[in-house]
Nanobody, 122 residues
């Protein structure tokens, strides 16, 4: 049973920072793509960042230079360090995982999802 549990969301002033975490269990952690998505009220869900099994990261343009995705394989935990937060970063943030490559998962849809953690920037 695959489980992804996010934490670390909260309220912060513009310009501030937050670090999200996603604890994973129930599958072969190292051989996968993991990613962060977000969904703001009234908007479609969008990809934020992804990291593959080799540790290669990719970012959506709106967060490049401000957000950093990383993972700790020993702890089976994915992170998203968010700096210089803006009001437009306000959203529910979701962790996602897939046993396929990031390219395939991005095109076909990620298989596993967490419940989300709210980030509010004012």
């Amino acid at each position: 049973h695959v489980q992804l549990v996010e934490s670390g969301g909260g309220s912060v002033q513009a310009g501030g920072s937050l670090r999200l975490s996603c604890a994973a269990s129930g599958y072969t952690y190292n051989r996968n793509c993991m990613a962060w998505f977000r969904q703001a009220p009234g908007k479609e869900r969008e990809g934020v960042a992804a990291i593959d099994s080799d540790g290669i990261a990719s970012y959506a343009d709106p967060v490049k230079g401000r957000f950093t995705i990383s993972k700790d394989n020993a702890k089976k935990t994915l992170y998203l360090q968010m700096n210089v937060l803006k009001a437009e970063d306000t959203a529910m943030y979701y962790c996602a995982a897939d046993l396929r490559t990031c390219r395939t998962a991005s095109n076909a849809g990620f298989t596993y999802w967490g419940q989300g953690t709210q980030v509010t920037v004012s």
